[in-house]
């Protein structure tokens, strides 16, 4: 089997673009590849974060991954920091990363631009080693990226290229490795089409964790009474009827694409059912239709956070085979590269 990793960062509530956009994804994968999901700690802590709150919110983020659908008996689930391979790769890869590469990623560039350099941690700017790392240590096929993660998985690719070169089969067969290169070069696994979740306030921009409006996003574990407060309160327009792919009704053709994703229907039958149907109907059937998927997810999400020893064990176990893979691949790295063995 082709495996696949991926994760969330515990910086927040998870919402509906992290669940539609990654997560439910996941659950149709782990049949077909073998998964490692888990809960990407290590990289929440390169903006300002709230400490006391972050161990919360990876359990929560685990439980909600749990209550999604992720089943562990075919997926790995696991907190990053629990696997201390991950940051020990990332040194040893840093080493072999140009600072130009670096300079050139444009997450980096906006997210420093906007909070000014004094108050930016050089983890911002190494975060896509640490994400090449994650990617790298599990010898990963495949790993679903949205549009912003393509500079980053490049440059995951372009690393192990790298360090294959310079480290990699020659050099390492003949210190006494085994086996291929250092590492596999992923693909990006392009996630289904439509499944970029815009903010409910501003149709131009997406649906985010940590954009300062609650009201711009619907919560995975939002109640019912939240929920049709903020469908009712979304950013809509003047045109008469409702219709996807008009370029000036981005609002529009975003709740088009929550409602056909949550209720499973096909883009043709929403566009049909919604074409004459104005904005006070739809948006009372749009917040039904959330309800009715996000109910079941939220009581699972109840029972599995009743029991805190259940997923402390979880975690636990996903650590531990996820270790088992990472330490082969990183004792590799330390080999191929002339360090003195344990
Ligand atoms: N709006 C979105 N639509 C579709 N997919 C989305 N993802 C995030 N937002 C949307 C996907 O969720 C996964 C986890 O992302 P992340 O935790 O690494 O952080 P992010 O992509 O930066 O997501 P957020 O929620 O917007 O967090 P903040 O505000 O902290 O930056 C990824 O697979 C991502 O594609």
């Known amino acids: 089997k082709k495996r696949v990793v991926s994760g969330v960062q515990p910086t927040g509530s998870i919402h509906l673009g992290n669940y539609l956009g990654a997560i439910k994804n996941w659950v149709s994968l782990q049949d ?9 700690d290590l990289h929440a802590i390169t903006l300002p974060y709230d400490a006391p709150q972050l161990s919360k919110t990876t359990r929560s983020t685990a439980a909600i991954y749990l209550a999604c659908g992720v ?3 075919k997926a790995s689930v696991f907190v990053q ?3 201390r391979a991950h940051v020990e790769l990332m040194w040893l890869l840093s080493s072999v990363t140009p600072l130009g590469w670096l300079n050139k990623m444009i997450q980096f560039k906006e997210k420093s631009r906007k909070a000014g350099d004094e108050n930016v941690g050089v983890a911002l700017l190494t975060y896509p080693v640490l994400m090449a790392s994650d990617i790298l240590l599990y010898q990963s096929d495949l790993v679903p990226v949205g549009d912003d993660q393509k500079q980053h998985l490049e440059l995951t690719r372009e690393l192990a290229e790298r360090i294959n070169y310079l480290y990699g089969r020659k050099k390492w067969k ?9 590492f596999k070069v992923p693909e990006p696994l392009i996630p289904p089409a439509g499944a970029r979740v815009m903010s409910l306030t501003d149709g131009l921009s997406k649906m985010s964790k940590s954009a300062p409006s609650d009201q711009s996003r619907i919560n995975l574990l939002d109640p019912k009474d939240v929920i049709v407060n903020k469908v009712k309160r979304c950013k809509t327009d003047s045109f008469p009827g409702l219709e996807f792919d008009n370029l000036e009704r981005p609002e529009c053709n975003n709740l088009l694409s929550i409602y056909q994703l949550v209720t499973g229907k096909t883009k043709e039958e929403v566009a049909q059912e919604c074409r004459e149907m104005n904005w006070g109907t739809f948006k009372t059937n749009l917040a039904d239709a959330l309800i009715d998927h996000l109910h079941p997810i939220q009581m699972r999400y109840e029972e599995i956070t009743s029991d805190p020893a259940y997923l402390d064990r979880i975690l636990s176990d996903g650590a531990m085979r996820a270790a088992e893979i990472a330490d082969i691949t990183l004792n590799n790295v330390y080999q191929a590269m002339g360090f003195l063995a344990r």
């Open 81 to 83: 920091s629990h696997v």
């Open 32 to 40: 077909t590849y073998e998964t490692l999901f888990f809960i990407v």
């Open 71 to 73: 089943d562990t008996s």
């Open 174 to 182: 003949k210190m006494g490795g085994r086996g291929g290169s250092l």
